[in-house]
């Protein structure tokens, strides 16, 4: 029990000073994910309520295969990646291996079906009255489609803010990919396991108190902003 309170009276020693290397690594997760966390958004999105409401060929197919992806362990999609862009792979001259943008593709390819799957339920649940008042009004197809996402948001948000969990809670992709680089791809996560390979816990703790109070802040001011817009 000493050992645990020590550890973590020294860990938060070391996040109210600041410190640089927990600083750059912090910042370094924020980057990748972020950005993935955008992209992902602007393609899962679309695909979702296209999914949903468009007449496509195989549409429980899709849903089915969306579901399924979920499930994907990261290692495969490191492995995945790592065939394309290695020196031998097809897009090994761009030398994006042991990079930022190898990990950002890498967490692009985990979370778009997440995102894409939670807007199919998301914009399933949505009253199908909403659409056909607006059709009734005179809506064109885009103006439907902003109706229903409008009607939908809280739960597109939680997907959005659900795949940005996922990604900057993840580390076989970000290890395969960027190669816990020190300043460079070291993520929160990859700088805790390397830690406790070593056996130093002060900054591996640290980083984890990092990470969740940044999930749960996250998470509250997505609460607060529900519960404004419900009112």
């Given at each position: 029990?000493?050992?645990?309170l ?32 955008v992209?992902?958004?602007l ?63 890498g ?29 009734t ?9 902003l ?22 809670s993840?580390?076989g992709?970000?290890m ?28 591996a ?27």
């Amino acid at each position: 029990m000493s050992f645990f309170l020590e550890s973590f009276s020294a860990a938060l020693r070391l996040v109210g000073s600041l410190d640089p290397e927990l600083l750059t690594i912090v910042r370094v997760s924020l980057s990748v994910s972020c950005i993935a966390t955008v992209f992902a958004a602007l393609i899962g999105i679309p695909a979702g309520f296209a999914i949903a409401y468009g007449q496509l060929p195989g549409k429980r197919i899709l849903i089915t295969i969306l579901n399924t992806l979920l499930a994907l362990p990261t290692v495969v999609i490191g492995l995945f990646v790592y065939t394309f862009i290695s020196r031998r792979g097809i897009f090994g001259p761009l030398d994006l291996l042991y990079t930022q943008k190898a990990m950002i593709i890498g967490q692009f390819i985990l979370i778009v079906p997440l995102i894409a799957a939670l807007t199919v339920a998301a914009v399933s649940r949505v009253d199908e009255r909403y659409r056909k008042t607006a059709k009734t009004l005179g809506a064109d197809t885009w103006q439907t489609a902003l109706v229903v996402v409008r009607e939908g948001r809280f739960g597109i948000g939680a997907a959005v803010i659900s795949a940005f969990g996922r990604v900057i809670s993840e580390i076989g992709i970000s290890m395969m990919l960027g190669g816990n680089i020190k300043g460079f791809t070291r993520t929160m996560t990859t700088a805790m396991a390397l830690e406790y390979d070593k056996g130093s816990f002060t900054l591996a703790v640290a980083l984890g108190l990092v990470l969740m109070a940044l999930s749960l802040g996250m998470n509250v001011l997505f609460n607060l902003v529900q519960g404004r817009s419900a009112r």
